[in-house]
């Protein structure tokens, strides 16, 4: 059997002896806010965990960034920047001059080589055999041929007279071979000293010095045609490195070209994700203005074990990563991104 009180206080609990008690409001508020902040706190693991979970293994997000496949141009040598004839986000052209370099001591070098070669080409021609000698001996020996000639056609008709022995007769026909033996023999030593002379030219001590100061000169030439930086392809100028009067090293980066095609993004994706990779697949860009842009898979590029300096976080090691070329659905406009620019992307 319950038993049930009814002690006075419950029937007026705001009168006590006679006297009307006042009560403050109850105060629970405070008490349920701090209760749930402590249980809050308690459960935050379970909902990093949860958050961390659903990335992982029902998301699949992976950082890339935007890019035209810019073309950067660097200093084929050292020099000092005398023009730049384009600007940052202008128009371009291929092979149109984009910035030019001098360096006064290849100036000098090829001045140098030009004097040089002028010098030589002036004592080559100063220089000669002379071929006088030779000349003399064939005349020489040609008139000598001829007297001893007419000499043998008197003793040839004198033999067929019978008026002259057959001594004499042999003594003359001796005389008009060696005559002849005398004009063979200068002859060719006139011909032997022009071959000479022709082999000096091109393969003597002068031939073989101008031979290496012209081949220097085309070199020191090419050089110089490579201080003139052209643009490789049709784009425009992203960014010039350089500003005039400024000395720059062979290797330092001087303009960034992009080429006209529409932009793309590159994406790391982890190796673990590739099922999710294939050519068509759908994905969401996530610029960092928040905005979402629609785009598909275009190409599984190549694995890479290098994340670009935008992307990479502190203190992580290097990894193998799958790189993914992924193109936008919609046209992007100019305004909504720059090269280089990282984004997101869910799969």
Do not use: C
């Not at 001594?167 to 071959?195: C, E, F, P, W």
Request: net charge positive; hydrophobic share 40%; proline share 4%.
């Amino acid at each position: 059997m319950k038993v049930k009180f009814h002690l006075e206080k419950n029937k007026q609990p705001t009168t006590e002896n006679g006297m009307k008690v006042v009560y403050g409001n109850a105060k629970r508020g405070g008490y349920r806010i701090r209760w749930y902040s402590i249980l809050a706190l308690v459960l935050s693991p379970l909902f990093v965990m949860l958050y961390l979970f659903f990335q992982e293994y029902i998301l699949t997000i992976a950082p890339g960034i935007i890019t035209s496949n810019p073309v950067v141009l660097t200093a084929p040598q050292d020099g000092l920047v005398v023009d730049i004839n384009a600007k940052e986000g202008g128009g371009i052209f291929e092979n149109e001059n984009i910035l030019s370099l001098e360096d006064k001591i290849l100036n000098e070098d090829i001045s140098f080589l030009r004097r040089e070669l002028k010098k030589l080409g002036d004592n080559k021609n100063t220089i000669k055999d002379d071929f006088g000698p030779y000349l003399l001996a064939v005349n020489n020996a040609r008139l000598n041929l001829i007297k001893i000639t007419k000499l043998k056609e008197k003793y040839d008709g004198y033999i067929r007279e019978g008026k002259v022995s057959q001594v004499d007769y042999a003594a003359i026909i001796g005389m008009h071979s060696n005559a002849q033996n005398l004009m063979t023999n200068a002859d060719i030593d006139l011909r032997q000293a022009k071959i000479n002379e022709h082999q000096l030219n091109l393969a003597g001590g002068i031939a073989q010095v101008i031979r290496g100061l012209n081949q220097e000169l085309v070199t020191k030439l090419s050089q110089y045609n490579a201080l003139n930086i052209r643009s490789p392809l049709d784009g425009t100028i992203l960014d010039i490195h350089a500003v005039v009067g400024q000395r720059v090293t062979k290797g330092d980066d001087l303009v960034t070209v992009s080429s006209k095609l529409e932009p793309f993004v590159i994406v790391y994706l982890e190796p673990k994700y590739i099922s999710k990779a294939i050519e068509g697949a759908s994905v969401t860009v996530t610029l960092p203005n928040r905005e979402r842009l629609k785009g598909y898979v275009y190409i599984t590029i190549e694995t890479t074990s290098k994340l670009p300096a935008q992307l990479a976080k502190p203190f992580e090691g290097a990894k193998a990563l799958l790189k993914v070329k992924v193109m936008f659905n919609d046209k992007l406009e100019k305004e909504s991104w720059v090269e280089g620019m990282p984004v997101n992307v869910l799969f």
